[in-house]
């Protein structure tokens, strides 16, 4: 298929995608985002990331998440979809909500990461021109700068809405007492933070345990979870030993020393569980995160249309019984 040939399906709201409020706004984002942190750069294959692309959006997937550094190389998955939206996907584009992020390295020098006004309005600028876009739905700062005035930070998100480069604005990790400032600024000056991005899974559950979430929802905010499978953790992958071709493998983030010994026996524990439920590890633990309703969205990553599609499969999943949520939390009972 190439790309003048796309047209996406009539059915792509009515094939079981379901949509969130975000918090108090009247933003409704799909319970699963599609991801560009990984496999969308141009190391990778432009074909493969586009039939991804337009699967997602075939099935009502409607939220693409990326930021100013992925790729690699940095920038490139920014580039990626910028061609995507240029060859076939423009004439969406008020389908589309499309967030990108700044604050971690970029560009060389004082001025390319961290949370000062001058690298957010040149990252957004360059970002935009990457991506062929003339705004983006929602802009991030990617993470927190202890080294910045937070009010700085926080103006220049501000500024960047009031000058139409911007529809919302977020914040990504950042700690407790550095959003409560965040919420109360950004609503001081009529631009509410529309949410807030975490790392939350069934093996990391810092945003619940720091109060984080709860501080999103008493503010008005979304919450929107990234690495909801651990890196792969959580995919499966694991259970057999390290693949060749898989993260750990490869030296990236997710490292070797991760994968314990006590790890792989919760890992397997869990794919125990998921296998009486009649799924997939990868699709009890996205169901997992969704029964919260806290939770706006989970952003996944994909390799393949084929990982995408059984991603998709936890929108399918039964409720979860008062026996099995306990069963999840015995396989943590003794601790890391």
């Known amino acids: 298929m190439t790309n003048r040939e796309y ?13 969130r409020r975000c918090g108090k706004s009247g933003i409704l984002l799909p319970e699963i985002s599609l991801g560009f942190w990984h496999n969308f750069g141009d190391v990778d294959s432009f074909d493969n990331a586009r039939d991804m692309v337009h699967y997602a959006f075939d099935h009502g997937v409607c939220h693409f ?8 190389s940095p920038g490139s998955a920014e580039k990626t979809l910028g061609r995507i939206m240029k060859s076939s996907l423009q004439p969406y584009r ?5 967030s990108t992020k700044a604050g971690y390295d970029m ?8 949370g000062s006004r001058k690298n957010m309005m040149a990252s957004l600028d360059q970002s935009l021109q990457r991506m062929n876009l003339e705004y983006v739905d929602l802009f991030y700062s990617h993470r927190y700068d202890p080294a910045t005035p937070l009010e700085e930070t926080l103006q220049a998100l501000v500024d960047i809405v009031r000058r139409g480069k911007a529809l919302y604005v977020g914040i990504s990790r950042w700690p407790k007492e550095a959003a409560g ?21 069934l093996i ?26 651990a890196q792969g953790l959580l995919a499966g992958r694991y259970l057999a030993g390290i693949p060749a071709d898989s993260r750990i493998a490869h ?18 524990a869990l794919g125990a569980i ?24 989970v952003i996944v990553g994909a390799s393949s249309v084929a990982q995408l599609q059984k991603n998709l499969m936890a929108l399918q999943s039964p409720p979860f019984t008062a026996e099995e949520l306990a069963d999840i939390e015995a396989v943590f009972a003794a601790g890391v």
């Open 7 to 19: 047209t996406p399906s009539p059915q792509r709201y009515d094939n079981g995608m379901k949509y």
């Open 65 to 72: 998440d990326l930021a100013n550094n992925y790729g690699p």
């Open 94 to 98: 008020d389908e589309l909500f499309i």
């Open 107 to 114: 560009w060389p020098g004082p001025y390319g990461s961290w």
């Open 181 to 201: 400032v965040a919420y109360d600024y950004l609503a001081a000056h009529d631009i509410p933070c529309l949410i807030y991005q975490g790392r939350y899974n």
């Open 204 to 229: 990391d559950r810092e945003p619940q345990a720091m109060g984080v979430m709860d501080q999103a929802v008493e503010n008005g905010a979304g919450f929107i979870v990234f690495s909801p499978l």
């Open 251 to 268: 030296g990236g983030h997710l490292k070797k020393e991760a994968l314990t010994q006590e790890r792989l026996q919760q890992i397997k």
């Open 274 to 297: 998921a296998l009486r439920r009649g799924q997939t590890l990868a699709e009890m633990s996205l169901a997992w995160i969704l029964c919260d309703e806290r939770i706006t969205s």
